[in-house]
C-alpha cells in the first residue's frame, strides 16, 4: 500500500468525494485508510455510570484506498516505487519527483 499515515490526500469516489484531508490511521491488511473527518458516521454511545447521559458521537470509518489520491503540490497524483541509491522511494508517475 501507498499511501502511509499523515499523507494529505483527496477522496476521488463516493459521498466525500473531492474533500481533502490527512490520513490518521492505515490498515494495509485490509487495505484501507482512514481520513480526519471525513467518512463520518454517527455512533451512538452509552451512559457509561449513572446519571450520566448516552450520546451520539461522530467518528471516522475506514475507506478503500482506491477511493483516495495522494495530493502532491495541491493535485491528486500516482504513487510508483523507485529505488534511488539504497532507498526505496515514493515517486509521482507524472513528474517523476520523490514524495
Do not use: C, F, W, Y
Request: aromatic residues 0%; without cysteine.
Amino acid at each position: 500500500m501507498k499511501i502511509k499515515k499523515g499523507d494529505k490526500v483527496i477522496v476521488i469516489a463516493g459521498k466525500d468525494k473531492g474533500k481533502t484531508g490527512k490520513v490518521t490511521k492505515a490498515i494495509p491488511t485490509e487495505s484501507k485508510v482512514v481520513v480526519e473527518g471525513l467518512n463520518l458516521l454517527k455512533k451512538h454511545r452509552k451512559a457509561r455510570r449513572s446519571g450520566e447521559k448516552g450520546q451520539i458521537v461522530e467518528v471516522s470509518m475506514p475507506l478503500h484506498v482506491s477511493n483516495v489520491a495522494i495530493l502532491v503540490d495541491g493535485k491528486p497524483a500516482r504513487i510508483g516505487m523507485k529505488v534511488i541509491g539504497d532507498k526505496k522511494v515514493r515517486v509521482d508517475k507524472k513528474t517523476n519527483k520523490a514524495i
